[in-house]
């Protein structure tokens, strides 16, 4: 039973809370976006349409949040931490976070990495000599750290009936177990989901650190994030009641306090939303690890970029992070799931959103609350989003860059929209997808489009002769202007 007392003030749905030192511009830009008239409509929105999710689902509570770069912009808790007591959920409240443990280990591995303890091509075997189950076929080749992250590796998805017995193995019982396995299809076969592998990322972290995997997360990223409330198989004060799903006579179970034990780096560690924005705001970061960057810029990006991807294509893992294609747009974060905690983080690297959901039941569907929390005040802060401090105001004399430039290879279009240049193949079947030119200032802009091909992120600019413009040079290349 968790205690009440933490929670038995009314909680403000109304909130910006700084998730990292920020600038006082930082901090200004977040309250336009905070107060911005059309992202409060949206929460009043999405705080309707949960509302009908506890009440008419019987869910017993949720709690969300929203980030905008590096701060909190908007949390909330509805219903109950303790139904029973009716105790409120808050963004305070503490949740079992289950698999977003894995962006934790991923991390952990990547600042051994930085450190220049381990490589990502690695066999596992390297670092632990025991690492030695049946393969799938006669010839797989190793299984390296990058396979683990990846959810590559081939290996089963558990190391024993833990999640049926509840009684999760130590280490010493995995390496017994993993002996036992055999790996179910070879490396880089196929995208297969493996809570073992990640329980063997942790136990290389410590290998190498010689440190305990909970003392290591803490001392070298919870603590530089500031993440209080974050910790790893410890049954600690303002614990929400698990709950069972809901059966058909409509009651709820209440359920108990499960160590993960030697499966902690894949789905040990408990949080709440106000630190997991913390995290969040980390992947907006730039810069050289330090202080609250507990990884560099350059590790951020490696791990955030797609290594498998499922049968459809539209989901998939990098390094420790998950991908879902929601509304066309690809958004990175990781769910979990623990005998009464469902819980989802789905961030957009882009627009420097995102959402964080934790409900007390295995019912409640977060993936698809987190969803429409994307779709409704995850859009609105979107757009509500200042523009960047790089973003160069509209010139209405670059309507003179208007017309066709002509290469030995065919005709390139530059029209003019509302206080916008694009470009077109003004003899293909479609329009397609025109390429945009956003500008950096004077007669040179920069070649936009969502795939990556031609000239893509170069520099485009024009020449110009008496007063008449005559080329349009992209990146090493250039058109002539067709009178």
């Known amino acids: 039973m968790i205690r009440s ?10 909130v910006l809370v700084v998730t990292t030192l920020v600038s006082p511009v930082a901090s200004l830009r977040a309250q336009t976006v ?3 008239a059309d992202v409060l409509a949206a929460e009043r929105l999405f705080s309707a349409w949960m509302d009908g999710q506890l009440a008419y689902r019987g869910l017993p509570g949720v709690s969300v949040g929203v980030v905008y770069d590096q701060q909190l912009v908007w949390s909330k808790g509805f219903g109950y931490a303790d139904v029973k007591n009716r105790v409120p959920m808050t963004p305070q409240v503490k949740f079992r976070i289950a698999s977003h443990s894995k962006m934790f280990a991923a991390v952990a591995i990547m600042q051994l990495r930085e450190a220049g303890k381990l490589r990502l091509d690695d066999p596992v075997q390297k670092h632990l000599p025991w690492f030695t189950a049946q393969p799938a076929g006669d010839d797989d080749g190793d299984i390296t750290i990058e396979h683990l992250l990846s959810h590559m590796s081939g290996l089963p998805r558990e190391a024993g009936d833990h999640w049926s017995t509840e009684q999760f193995p130590s280490e010493a019982e995995i390496r017994m177990l993993y002996g036992q396995r055999k790996a179910a299809f070879a490396p880089n076969t196929r995208w297969k989901y493996s809570n073992l592998a990640f329980a063997v990322a942790g136990l290389v972290v410590e290998q190498i650190t010689g440190t305990r995997w909970a003392d290591y997360v803490q001392q070298q990223i919870f603590t530089p994030l500031g993440m ?14 698990p709950y069972w799903r809901r059966l058909p006579d409509g009651s709820r179970e209440p359920l108990r306090f499960v160590d993960a034990r030697g499966m902690a780096a894949a789905t040990g560690m408990t949080s709440n939303v106000d630190d997991l924005a913390k995290f969040v705001s980390a992947q907006f970061r730039r810069g050289p690890r330090g202080g609250a960057n507990v990884l560099s810029a350059a590790s951020w990006r490696e791990m955030q970029r797609v290594r498998a991807v499922d049968e459809s294509w539209t989901s998939g893992s990098g ?13 990175i974060g990781h769910g979990g799931g623990y005998a009464g905690n469902t819980t989802q983080t789905y961030f957009n690297v882009s627009d420097k959103v995102g959402v964080i959901v934790l409900t007390n039941t295995n019912d409640a569907g977060p993936g698809q609350i987190a969803e429409q929390l994307i779709a409704t005040v995850g859009a609105a802060v979107a757009k509500a989003a200042p523009a960047s401090k790089g973003t160069v105001a509209w010139d209405p004399s670059w309507a003179r860059f208007a017309g066709i430039y002509r290469t030995v290879f065919g005709d390139q279009q530059v029209v003019l929209m509302h ?9 293909a079947t479609t329009i397609g997808t025109p390429l945009t030119l956003e500008p950096l200032g004077g007669d040179q802009f920069r070649m936009m489009a969502p795939t990556g091909g031609g000239a893509i992120g170069e520099v485009v600019r024009f020449v110009e002769e008496n007063g008449k413009v005559t080329r349009m040079i992209t990146g090493d290349s250039f058109g002539v202007r067709v009178p």
């Not at 007392?5 to 109304?14: C, H, S, Y």
């Not at 206080?419 to 003899?427: F, Q, S």
Request: overall charge positive; proline content about 4%.
């Open 5 to 14: 007392a933490p929670f038995a003030r009314a909680f403000a749905a109304r």
């Open 228 to 241: 209080t409330s974050t910790s790893v198989d410890r049954k600690v004060d303002g614990l929400t009641v």
């Open 419 to 427: 206080e916008k240049l694009v470009i077109i193949t003004p003899n």
């Open 34 to 36: 905070a107060t911005n």
């Open 319 to 331: 390094l420790g992070f998950d991908f879902q294609r929601i509304g066309n747009r690809t958004w």
